[in-house]
């Protein structure tokens, strides 16, 4: 056993040292490959078989595929789950679908925009880039729009979204008018927070496809202008960048006009660059400020950003759609990790255009040794905690993991009472005052620890559990699209289960759906796995 874990480690540090050149000679390539086959196959399902005015045929199709699984001897039911492939989700888990009744949802229509109601009604296939390319042409954004083009907008519904605009509106959840589910039972509901839905409104968020399946959705839009007057503020303190992004995003002050769009990368524990963008026209003595952050041989946003720490606070003017979609090409920055010279001049003007790898060809190529290894050597977490504890986060991140940049977005957390769902309502002490919400925060962390690139000993696991430890007594809690490492008490000491149980109950979810905490939890043994990998080679 001993020889096969040293020969495991020795092809893993083999693929580490070498990662930049089989990325780009092998997974970038095939990537490319990958992702023109995938727009081919969604170009003809569009063209020759899906249209928006058919859409009630398909949500029916659906419906008798449920009716079918009803009529099953309940000892032959499998629980049902979505037929979508694993690695076409953006979670870092494999769920066990092979174990249920798959049900296809072959829903990928942008289904109608509403510029009266400040909706757009979409299927739930729908990714971020096309509803990002729908609607900025148009004059329009969703009001809170993920950075990754892959992202489908029924995933975020399900599981969790934040953007920088989201001091302004809080969670995804928050600006969804509408969804349009098919139950357990087979029947269509239509669930608004103010019909006779609402208490299975409050509880989709967060339950990953645990209480019927998502087949339509209809998101609150914003107006726009084509560009963004993005300002540069670099801050060298903890405390002062901490207490101008609590300022700046209303955490202290309810009626402090607050900029449309709101940021902070954490370089360092004491460096960070503060972004504060606000919708503009671009003066025409300024046309030469415009910047187009997305081209293919620009220098990776996060790397363009750092540079304001060695300069004063500036501004320029950024399209829109290249603000949104800032992070995509070196997603985030764990680009960085698999191609460490990717942000180099000479590759970014010759290959940068085949940026980013795709994600959905990275798990598709994931097999379950690279999935346990990379577990335990790689950190990938988006955690939501209170923003009068940024200090504390920022120090905790940097005892457990020691990872830069870190990625900060205030956040509205809204206290909805007994219809807060899995949330736990936020404590006295972080309420905005007079508001109906804390102000809360992501804590982006992502990359490879520090001892591990220097081949020390690391224990991800006895890390991870630290940091949800933390979160648990902020008040706060880890977006579940990756790994967890909670109990199933613990989960349910972080996340108020009460009202998702009694709907998995009235809507006959139980013994239909996995339950939540099944779902979402890692398919490897992560406690065994983190024992053998755990000493350095």
Not at 231 to 259: F, H, N, W
Not at 305 to 324: C, G, H, I, M, T
Request: glycine share 4%.
């Amino acid at each position: 056993m001993s020889n096969t874990v040293s020969w495991k480690r020795q092809i893993a540090h083999w693929m580490e040292d070498h990662r930049g050149l089989i990325v780009v000679l092998i997974v970038l390539p095939l990537s490319l490959i990958f992702d023109y086959f995938m727009k081919l196959r969604h170009w003809v399902f569009r063209k020759f078989i899906s249209a928006p005015e058919k859409h009630d045929e398909r949500v029916q199709a659906i419906q008798n595929k449920i009716t079918k699984w009803n009529k099953l001897p309940k000892d032959e039911r499998k629980l049902m789950c979505t037929a979508r492939p694993n690695w076409q989700s953006l979670s870092t888990t494999f769920f066990r679908k092979d174990l249920c009744h798959k049900i296809p949802i072959p829903l990928y229509d942008i289904l109608e925009l509403k510029p009266s109601s400040m909706t757009i009604r979409v299927e739930p296939m729908v990714s971020v880039g096309q509803v990002t390319e729908y609607l900025v042409p148009r004059g329009y954004t969703l009001a809170v729009c993920l950075e990754v083009a892959e992202a489908s907008l029924g995933g975020l519904a399900m599981g969790v979204g934040m953007t920088t605009y989201s001091h302004k509106v809080g969670l995804y959840q928050e600006t969804i008018r509408a969804y349009e589910m098919v139950l357990a039972d087979g029947s269509f509901a239509r669930v608004t927070k103010d019909n006779e839905y609402s208490d299975l409104y409050y509880t989709l968020p967060w339950s990953h496809g645990t209480l019927g399946f998502l087949v339509a959705l209809e998101l609150q839009i914003i107006k726009i202008k084509p560009h963004l007057k993005l300002e540069y503020i670099p801050v060298k303190d903890q405390k002062k960048y901490c207490d101008m992004m609590r300022d700046l995003s209303g955490a202290l002050d309810k009626d402090k006009k607050t900029p449309d769009y709101l940021e902070a990368t954490i370089f360092n524990k004491d460096e960070a660059v503060i972004m504060v963008g606000n919708f503009s026209d671009v003066p025409d003595n300024e046309k030469h400020k415009i910047n187009q952050v997305n081209r293919w041989y620009k220098p990776w946003f996060y790397k363009y950003v750092e540079r304001f720490l060695e300069r004063d606070a500036d501004y320029e003017y950024v399209p829109l759609e290249d603000y949104l979609l800032r992070h995509n090409r070196a997603i985030f920055w764990v680009v960085e990790t698999m191609i460490p010279f990717g942000n180099h001049p000479v590759f970014r003007w010759f290959m940068g255009w085949l940026l980013p790898p795709k994600i959905a060809f990275l798990k598709f190529t994931t097999t379950p040794g690279v999935r346990a290894m990379t577990f335990t050597k790689q950190v990938f977490q988006d955690i939501v905690l209170p923003m009068n504890e940024l200090e504390a986060q920022i120090d905790k991140s940097e005892e457990l993991f020691d990872i830069y940049p870190i990625l900060v977005y205030p956040c509205r957390i809204y206290d909805h009472g007994p219809h807060s769902g899995q949330l736990r309502s936020p404590r006295k002490d972080q309420m905005v005052p007079g508001a109906n919400y804390g102000m809360f925060n992501d804590l982006g962390v992502y990359g490879v620890p520090r001892v591990v690139k220097e081949r020390k000993r690391y224990d991800a696991v006895a890390a991870m559990r630290k940091m949800e430890r933390f979160t648990e007594s902020c008040g706060g809690y880890p977006f579940l699209y990756a790994d967890t490492f909670m109990t199933r008490e613990e989960f349910e000491k972080m996340f108020d289960l009460t009202a998702y149980e009694n709907v998995r109950q009235k809507y006959h979810a139980v013994g239909a759906f996995p339950h939540l905490h099944d779902k979402i939890k890692p398919e490897i043994d992560v406690f065994e796995i983190g024992k053998e990998y755990i000493d350095p080679l």
